[in-house]
């Protein structure tokens, strides 16, 4: 029983970290600021003589308990701290008896952390009694709505009667949206744009997309006679524009009338979704939303030239600007309204009834459980910084995270702390900021941070120390050489020759110096020393014998030894962990041969070429098809004949073994080919041991198309030409007959619509003459 205990109990101790062992996980430590950089639990012992013979100075790294162990005394151990200063801690409010109230404790501290060392410190938030509330009734005028602006209308005293239930400081404003002025939303007829509802709706207000009605108020009447005047508006599709409303409602605070010191609130009602960014495209509005303030006479002016936010951009300004909305939608938007709420902090969503007679219920639940749901997270955190959040003094939390923390069913008057952990992962150049704030709330908690990375070391003046020959001053307890000098005393004189160069002899291929396993020494590598007592060794301490490939946990197996990093497998085993015995019984092929010949046996598997299949490297799924690859070859040992017939023993002999047949006799892959003179080729080929070794049975006749008749061709042209004229002539001929038909019809028209006049031509003369007889007497 008693041991049952005692197990139980370093187990609980584990959990806390009571039995946490702290590691220095130190490589190519050359100086105190490289052990500290190492790790968190490294520390540094800078005591003369320290180090003992044939050691190199990465012993004086190590952690605290390690280097006491060792003889280090405890005040010439250097390990960093974190260091936590309180810069102003105000007591926190109990109510609003002023203009600032105090919710959140301390306001400012000051962190210098070392990286990787984690730092905890506890914030205090007390939510104030009678804290201000601004409520901004956002309002969808779509014609769907009519009813509920009716109900609305009448709302005023109820809303104001809810508000000062929870607080004496309370104040509403009043905004209206529809959706953006332009096709395809809205109907851009002039008269439709004037009155987009019905046509039988006598009360009707032009279409636009986003108008400030009240600024926050206390006034009743006010909002009454304001609202009052509202009548309903129209669009086209069911979306509305109510992310656009939202987003110049946020930023536009000084129009809206948000106050500094009051829990803000924005109350969405609607029965429609949403438009978001990237929808604007419909319309041709390409133009991203710029998140700025864009109100003139109370109208959103950029609402047909910016497209609608993004629910990224328009949570950021929310949290930005501490606002809390509340999205009153009908049953069926309920599930969207919820989806969206889950991506916006510090939301709720309520189910309006259909005609909003319910609303004031909905915000004051809404409000209640916004207000006792405490949420504290950070904002412009520092890149390589992390930070989690651990509710404290809480009756129900949620889980820790290292994105937020969360208490739940918070009180009126009741104090609660959250434990906060801040990690720096490296060192930090500047000093920088950030703020941890509650959700919802302007109060914030500023932590300026900057990192604790330097050794404090005792200072030695003699700048010739007798440690390191005369020849350099001591740093952190180690040598620093002055010009002319190196190695660990300063033993090593390099004369004329550049400290670089000497050094670049210990790098293999430009790499780390020795490969930070030694200490470079008059261009050689002086290799160090490991834990277990070895040595690394090699021309740049590149090799050991502990590093090598495990199996079963068992370094190579227990079948060989480990010679620089590789194992050397006793006989009768092999494997890169000589965790294989040598066997080729498995790899064994039908033929007697070892994967037959496509591949390597190895721990008692075949090892395949590129493309074969496991077990035995029999098929090759990938590979090019054979009737194509070696068609050439075909023809040319078979037919003696295509681009390989003058060298064909030189490039197909060695790789196929073939014969002429009238009919096939093997097995293998039957294959129909057109060769390079147009004909048909059967052949089989049957793949032998190898890769690239094929029998073949090749059929001796092949089939070939018949030559084409040249006298058929050309009579056939002739004719061909012939028949051509004859029917170009046949028809010109028709062409020319039909023109001169038509000019025939033309000219019989007009000589029929001719009409000749009769009339005596005054410069004609009858051609007869009449002579009188003068000796006629009539008698």
Request: with cysteine; proline share 3%.
């Amino acid at each position: 029983m008693d041991r049952c205990f005692f197990l139980l109990l370093l187990l609980l101790m584990s959990r806390n970290g009571l039995c946490q062992q702290k590691e220095c996980a130190k490589s190519a430590v050359n100086s105190c600021a490289d052990c500290v950089a190492s790790g968190p639990y490294c520390a540094w012992c800078q005591q003369l003589n320290f180090t003992k013979s044939g050691e190199q100075d990465a012993v004086r790294c190590d952690t605290e308990d390690q280097l006491k162990s060792k003889g280090c005394k405890q005040e010439e151990i250097v390990s960093p701290k974190n260091e936590l200063q309180t810069i102003k801690e105000e007591p926190l409010s109990a109510s609003f008896d002023k203009q600032e109230p105090v919710q959140i404790s301390p306001q400012q501290i000051r962190l210098k952390l070392r990286p990787g060392l984690s730092n905890t410190f506890t914030v205090k938030f007390k939510r104030v009694e009678g804290y201000p509330v601004d409520l901004y009734y956002l309002m969808d005028l779509s014609y769907s709505m009519k009813d509920d602006l009716a109900n609305v209308k009448n709302l005023g005293e109820k809303l104001f009667e809810a508000l000062s239930n929870i607080t004496q400081k309370g104040q509403i404003g009043f905004g209206a949206f529809v959706d953006k002025a332009v096709l395809p939303y809205t109907n851009t007829n002039k008269e439709k744009l004037l009155k987009p509802c019905d046509e039988k709706e006598q009360f009707c207000q032009a279409a636009f997309g986003y108008r400030h009605v009240l600024s926050m108020t206390s006034d009743q009447s006010s909002f009454r006679n304001e609202v009052g005047k509202q009548f309903i508006s129209g669009n086209l599709d069911t979306p509305e524009g109510c992310l656009d409303a939202m987003m110049q409602a946020s930023v536009c605070g000084d129009k809206i009338g948000w106050r500094n010191s009051s829990t803000r609130l924005i109350v969405l009602a609607t029965d429609a979704g949403f438009h978001m960014a990237g929808d604007g495209k419909l319309a041709g509005i390409l133009e991203p939303n710029d998140e700025r303030c864009h109100m003139e006479n109370n109208l959103y002016s950029k609402s047909s030239d910016m497209d609608y936010p993004s629910v990224g951009q328009l949570a950021m300004q929310l949290e930005k600007n501490n606002i809390q909305p509340i999205f009153a939608v009908t049953e069926n938007m309920k599930t969207v309204y919820e989806e969206l709420s889950n991506m916006i902090p510090k939301s709720e969503v309520g189910v309006l009834s259909s005609d909003s007679s319910n609303v004031v219920e909905l915000i004051r639940g809404a409000y209640n459980r916004l207000s006792s749901k405490v949420t504290v997270t950070h904002d412009n955190l520092p890149d390589n910084v992390g930070v989690s959040y651990k509710p404290k003094d809480c009756s129900n939390p949620e889980a820790p995270s290292e994105s937020k923390g969360v208490c739940n069913d918070v009180g009126v008057n009741q104090e609660i702390s959250f434990d906060i952990t801040v990690t720096a992962k490296t060192c930090m150049k500047e000093e920088k900021s950030f703020s941890v704030k509650l959700l919802g709330i302007k109060d914030t908690l500023t932590v300026t941070l900057s990192t604790n990375c330097e050794c404090q070391c005792t200072e030695h003046n003699d700048k010739n120390h007798i440690l390191c020959n005369g020849k350099g001053r001591i740093n952190c307890g180690t040598c620093s050489c002055g010009e002319g000098s190196v190695g660990q005393f300063c033993e090593c004189n390099v004369g004329d020759k550049d400290e670089q160069s000497i050094r670049e002899l210990c790098r293999r291929q430009n790499g780390t110096e020795c490969e930070g396993r030694g200490d470079c020494e008059c261009g050689r590598c002086q290799c160090h020393t490991m834990e277990s007592g070895s040595s690394y060794y090699g021309e740049f301490c590149q090799c050991d014998d502990e590093h090598c490939e495990k199996f079963q946990n068992k370094q190579c197996a227990g079948n060989g030894v480990c010679r620089c990093g590789k194992c050397e497998c006793f006989k009768g085993f092999e494997g890169s962990a000589c965790h294989c015995k040598v066997s080729e019984e498995n790899c064994q092929s039908e033929n007697n041969t070892l994967c037959n010949g496509r591949g390597k046996c190895k721990c008692g598997l075949c090892e395949c070429a590129a493309g074969y299949q496991l077990p035995l490297c029999e098929t090759c799924l990938g590979c090019p098809d054979p009737c194509l690859t070696k068609l050439k070859c075909i023809e040319c040992l078979g037919f003696n004949s295509g681009p390989f017939q003058k060298n064909c023993s030189e490039v197909c002999s060695k790789s196929i073994y073939h014969k002429m047949v009238d009919n096939f006799f093997m097995s293998g892959k039957e294959c129909r080919q057109k060769d390079s003179q147009g004909c048909w080729i059967t052949f089989k080929l049957k793949q032998l041991v190898g890769q690239d070794n094929y029998e073949a049975e090749i059929q001796k006749q092949r089939e070939c198309p018949e030559p084409p008749s040249i006298a058929t061709i050309i009579g056939g042209s002739l004719a061909g030409v012939a028949l051509i004229g004859i029917v170009l002539l046949m028809i010109l001929k028709l062409l020319i007959y039909l023109k001169d038909l038509k000019e025939f019809k033309k000219f019989d028209n007009e000589r029929k619509r001719a009409k000749w006049a009769q009339a005596n031509n005054p410069l004609f003369q009858d051609a007869t003459t009449t002579v009188a007889n003068p000796m006629f007497t009539g008698e």
